[in-house]
């Protein structure tokens, strides 16, 4: 979600998504790969070097910020939405590929370790 006046980017992950609540296409790999560093994927539609593509990858030069809020579901055990949990500033170093986009933030903060456990790679 993107904030032109705030010159920053909100992105909303949920790290679990089951069938009924995601198509197999919007399933993006989300995952913590350690403390502060973290792999996101655009959606499908962004190509690197599309103008959401290129305000990813140059939001430090042009004065923006990447702000990254995850959760675990998108439900609650007593179904209502989850919580978001801001996870802080972001920094782009670097992606992978195209349509989507893989791409490697470098968090200001450190995750807690929980989250960090469940949202790891070998976690899924």
Partial sequence: MESKENHAD????????????FAATVRYRDYAINSTLFHWESQNSTSENSPTGLRYREHVA??????????RYKETDIGAAAPWMFLGPARYTGHRGSRPMAITW???????????????????
């Fill in 10 to 21: 909100a992105l909303l992950i949920t790290l679990e998504k089951n069938d009924r609540d």
């Fill in 62 to 71: 042009r004065g923006s910020h990447i702000l990254l809020f995850a959760r």
């Fill in 106 to 124: 470098e968090l200001e903060h450190e995750m807690p370790a929980d989250l960090v456990a469940y949202a790891a790679a070998d976690a899924e």
